[in-house]
């Protein structure tokens, strides 16, 4: 499996949801409210935004037919690719760094005080990265949290999160 | 060696910021606002008509009250994110709001926001005046020149946008004077109006006056009529008052915007007394004067209830404008919002 | 009479000059750049922001102080954008995202600071022109940004996008164009800008507001850069050490007519309203591939590629600086930040300035002046630390720059939903680039996409909806001709890859 081959199924599926899309555009652009006449109506310009996906969508699908794009779905659905990417290592520290910053972001950045939540974080992602040893961590993210935000409170005057 | 270099500027840098953030920490003392810096959140972005406005005045009564108010910006939907903003904070007078009289008065009505003036206590220092520009070599000459145009003839009017100050203001008039609504072209701020009017793309334009006057001065524009209630005065020119040119129009000055800044009508009292002095403090000061006139804003100073009865006055106005002219989601009727000339302050101050 | 008014100029000029050249003043400013330097220079904050934030500093100054203080950062900051854009491939930035297509591979390869050395120069240079641009031709390109009408704007937004689109993929235009509209779509989300209609707003109220640049700016380049680099089990390194920053007089040279030719179109780009550094760098950068001998090494790590949007970037402040003076409309983003700045103390750029403030043109040109030699020295004497800082393990900077990006994005706002966009983005924006789609092409979208819709429809209400009045605005045939031009290129390049693969796949799948 060459990597151009995943690539035309990609923009296979991907010209396929542009011509999706660009037919929500259009619906959902010609349901806004029409003040004067539709060339100056809010859903114009989205409207001729959908054509454009529709067309650039086209493109892509036809392209990716071409070169066999439809082929290797067919063929990776067939040998169960889909179960390899689960197992694929990358994909693994990936799904646990977007873990890590979604703590942080949605859960941390809420009810801890901006340092601490910063310090955590930065913990746990150098903890798991194995970045350094685990005195050098916790020093550098204690340091690196209550550097920038004292910088941002004092010297922009803006609120932290 | 190498590597000892960097460190000694890591190290710089750290020393610079602990000592630019340590002295904040250190000065605590008898403050209007003990628990830290309030905060004034503007609901249009940096550097905008709002803004610009706001900044000034603020500053001065920083001054007066010798603390530090912070100010961000927080643009989106015409302020109403940043008014909903603050009535999510706690009412303990630690924050504050800046918007434009009109995007306030048109909240419910658009149905961005359920607030309105009666949740806030209010400082207006200035408001501006709108004025109705040509080009100086225009065919028109006169105001009644130009409705008359505007009756006959296909003109492009250009504004900033709909439902601001400038096109309520001018619908306002052109009700009054039996005109219809011309081919509005909107330019997005009423600088990029009276540019476009300067480079020929429109006839004919409605602006605020303190973002066309230098043109107006240098003589590549002129006004027509400005909506104060006295003639207006720039340097040996006297642009005519609405109020002398059409009869019926002596409100209309009234719907001129002003840039208040509010705070929650919960907000501790002694807070809101503070701010008041300071406000007519700032007022008096030079620099707020020159601004004023440099900027061509008239300086109003309402505060108190001559500021509830302002914002009432122009929810009025500026709802059914948007109402009438299809703008808005909701009618003003839903809210008991009175037309303008049912308006009255005895039966509205009971809210 | 002429010869009267050009010696009252040069009178003025040197007023101006012998008034800004004492010693406050040029520490304010060396301090000033130094600043901007280092905010261009992190990830996640960038010069409209930097600016933004620190009107409420330059408001308790003295005028003159602030006008210097707030230039300064300005050009600090553009020109900062290339250190983060080099050594770790997140534009500090949206003005140095066609800096990181030759400089980041020049780093990878272990000449960092070489590739740095040939930015600041770059940028040197294009202040220096720009600043010349500023002093002498002010009022003749004035009326020339007058000519851009809302077709102009419209024309002018559609073609940043295509021009970047093309530029910022190697084989397949069309995915950059998709991501460019894409973003244009992004910038639709909201309130429209004329009725006050919401658009694709889902309901959501945070939406209202609409998605701002900033966030999703840098968690398009910022965040899926992070998960890019450490998604590696072992992340590259950059390789060697930071030896040499200044690049030989020979190569330095040998730049010199690239550098030109960006400069003009950085001042030409940054005097019409509306387009900034970003499309001064995009387009700058394509007429330096088309025109190189070397064109087809642009994007393989050549110090031509950096050197032409860099001097670009920069030379476009100046630009920036003949509408915002002349006619108070500013020609960037930034640029709208020193307006207000100005503004607030109560000078007021415009047709009175000239018989107002006489000497007010001179003394920013000073400013930018004193701030531009600053900017080179200060740009070459810490572009070594700040290359080895970045050149640490990657491990460890990454997770730094998310607290970064999250400031970053609230700052802007204060808005905590700023913060989820950002990182919204940061996973599409990881997703696309995955699949081989560009990211500059959507943060260009969502820039441009605001002026492109606004004029687009201003215009047909000017004509009443009809197409004919642009058939007698030269600037804006030009424009559609340009336009024509690269989406015929653009899918040209298109069939000739889907061409050159179909042949290659069914050899590849005949032999299997």
């Not at chain 2, 750290?14 to 904040?24: A, E, T």
């Not at chain 3, 990006?405 to 996973?427: C, N």
Request: charge should be neutral.
């Amino acid at each position: 499996m060459g990597k151009m081959d995943k690539m035309a199924a990609a923009d296979l599926i991907m010209g396929l949801f542009l011509i999706v899309f660009g037919g929500i555009a259009i619906r959902t652009s010609l349901n806004m409210k029409v003040y004067k006449t539709f060339l100056d109506a809010p859903g114009f310009f989205p409207f001729i935004l959908g054509i454009i996906f529709i067309f650039l969508g086209s493109v892509m699908t036809f392209s990716s037919f071409r070169r066999k794009g439809f082929e290797q779905i067919k063929q990776s659905i067939k040998n169960f690719q889909i179960i390899y990417l689960f197992s694929n290592i990358k994909f693994k520290r990936v799904m646990i760094l977007i873990a890590l910053m979604v703590i942080y972001i949605f859960i941390f950045i809420d009810r801890l005080n901006f340092i601490i939540a910063t310090a955590l974080y930065l913990f746990f992602t150098l903890y798991y990265l194995k970045s350094a040893n685990i005195i050098k961590i916790i020093f550098i993210s204690i340091i690196t949290s209550y550097l920038i935000s004292a910088f941002f409170t004092s010297f922009f005057r803006i609120p932290l999160p | 060696m190498r590597k000892l270099n960097k460190y000694i500027f890591l190290l710089l840098i750290c020393v610079i910021i602990l000592l630019v953030g340590g002295h904040n920490i250190l000065a605590q003392s008898e403050k209007l606002w003990p628990k830290g810096a309030p905060v004034v959140t503007v609901g249009f972005g940096a550097g905008g008509g709002t803004d610009t406005a706001v900044r000034p005045i603020l500053a001065k009564m920083e001054e007066y009250l010798g603390e530090t108010i912070n100010v961000v910006n927080m643009d989106g939907a015409s302020s109403a994110v940043a008014a909903e903003h603050v009535l999510s904070l706690a009412a303990d007078g630690y924050n504050m709001f800046a918007t434009g009289s009109g995007p306030l008065s048109g909240f419910r009505v658009m149905g961005t926001s359920d607030s309105s003036w009666r949740d806030w206590v209010s400082w207006h220092p200035f408001n501006g005046p709108a004025a109705l520009l040509v080009k100086d070599d225009s065919p028109i000459k006169t105001f009644d020149e130009a409705m008359n145009a505007i009756k006959d003839e296909d003109l492009n009017f250009g504004i900033s946008g709909f439902g601001v100050g400038p096109h309520v203001l001018v619908e306002a008039i052109f009700q009054i004077a039996g005109v219809p609504s011309p081919n509005y072209v909107t330019a997005g701020s009423c600088r990029n109006a009276a540019v476009s009017l300067y480079a020929g793309e429109v006839d004919i334009a409605m602006c605020t006056f303190s973002s066309a006057v230098d043109f107006v001065k240098a003589g590549q524009l002129r006004a027509l009529v400005v909506t104060t209630a006295e003639p207006y005065p720039v340097d040996s020119i006297i642009i005519p008052s609405i109020t002398e040119l059409l009869e019926g129009s002596e409100n209309v000055p009234l719907l001129s915007e002003t840039w208040p800044v509010l705070i929650r009508r919960e907000a501790p009292q002694n807070i809101i007394d503070k701010l008041n002095e300071a406000f007519i403090w700032a007022l008096e000061q030079p620099e707020i004067k020159e601004f004023a006139e440099t900027k061509a804003l008239n300086i109003v100073g309402y505060y108190g209830e001559e500021a509830d009865k302002f914002l009432s006055f122009s929810e009025a106005g500026y709802s059914w404008a948007l109402y009438d002219s299809g703008l808005a989601e909701k009618s003003p009727e839903g809210f008991g919002i009175p037309k303008l000339a049912d308006w009255d302050w005895e039966k509205e101050k009971n809210f | 009479m002429m010869f009267d008014s050009f010696l009252q100029q040069v009178n003025l000029f040197f007023h101006a000059f012998t008034a800004q050249l004492y010693l406050t003043n040029i520490l304010i400013i060396a301090f000033a750049t130094l600043m901007g330097i280092i905010i261009g220079a992190i990830p996640g904050l960038t010069a409209t922001m930097a600016l933004a934030l620190l009107i409420n500093l330059s408001y308790g100054m003295q005028f003159d102080l602030a006008i210097s203080f707030l230039l300064g950062v300005y050009v600090g900051a553009i020109m900062g954008g290339c250190y983060s854009a080099i050594m770790i491939n997140i534009p500090g930035t949206p003005a140095a995202a066609a800096t990181a297509l030759d400089g980041f591979p020049l780093a990878k390869r272990g000449e960092g600071g070489l590739a740095i050395g040939a930015g600041v120069i770059a940028s040197f240079v294009g202040m220096l022109i720009s600043i010349a641009c500023l002093i002498f031709i002010t009022p003749f390109i004035y009326k020339i940004a007058l000519k851009f009408g809302q077709w102009e704007y419209f024309l002018l937004a559609v073609f940043g996008v295509m021009i970047c689109g093309n530029l910022s993929t190697g084989k397949d235009p069309v995915k950059g164009w998709v991501v460019g509209f894409l973003g244009f779509f992004t910038a639709m989300i909201g309130l429209d800008k004329v009725y006050a209609y919401p658009r694709f707003t889902l309901g959501l109220l945070q939406l209202k507001g609409g998605i701002s640049l900033i966030p999703a700016l840098i968690g398009v380049f910022g965040i899926s850069e992070i998960l890019i680099v450490l998604e590696e089990e072992i992340p590259y390194k950059i390789l060697g050490k930071i030896t040499k920053i200044i690049p030989s007089w020979k190569t330095i040279y040998s730049l010199i007519p690239t550098a030109i030719r960006s400069g003009i179109i950085g001042v030409g780009i940054g005097a019409v309203p509306g387009a900034g550094e970003d499309v001064a760098a995009w387009v700058a950068y394509d007429v330096g591939k088309r025109s190189s001998k070397q064109g087809e090494k642009f994007g393989t790590g050549c110090l031509e590629g950096v050197a032409a949007a860099e001097t670009a970037n920069n030379a476009c402040i100046g630009g920036a600086m003949i509408p915002l003076l002349t006619l108070a409309i500013p020609g960037s983003p930034p640029a709208a930040m020193f307006l207000a700045a100005i503004w607030l103390h109560g000078v007021q750029p415009g047709p009175m300035l000239p018989i107002e403030h006489p000497g007010f043109l001179y003394e920013v040109a000073i400013s930018l002046l004193i701030a531009t030699f600053f900017m080179l020295i200060l740009g070459l004497i810490i572009a070594k630390p700040i290359a080895s800082i970045l050149k640490i393990r990657r491990e460890i900077l990454m997770p730094i720059v998310l607290p970064l990006t999250v400031i970053g994005a609230y700052a802007g706002g204060v808005r905590i939903f700023d913060i989820k966009v950002t990182f919204f983005f940061g996973i599409l924006g990881y997703i696309l680039r995955k699949l081989d789609y560009p990211m500059a092409p959507l943060v260009l979208g969502i820039i441009l996409g605001p002026l492109a819709d606004i004029s687009f429809r201003q215009a047909l209400m000017q004509s009443r909806g009809s197409l004919i009045p642009l058939l007698g605005r030269p600037v804006g045939i030009v424009l559609l001709v340009a336009i024509a031009w690269i989406a015929y290129s653009g899918f040209r390049r298109t069939i000739e890859y889907t061409r050159k693969h179909t042949q290659k796949d069914t050899g590849m799948i005949q032999e299997g």
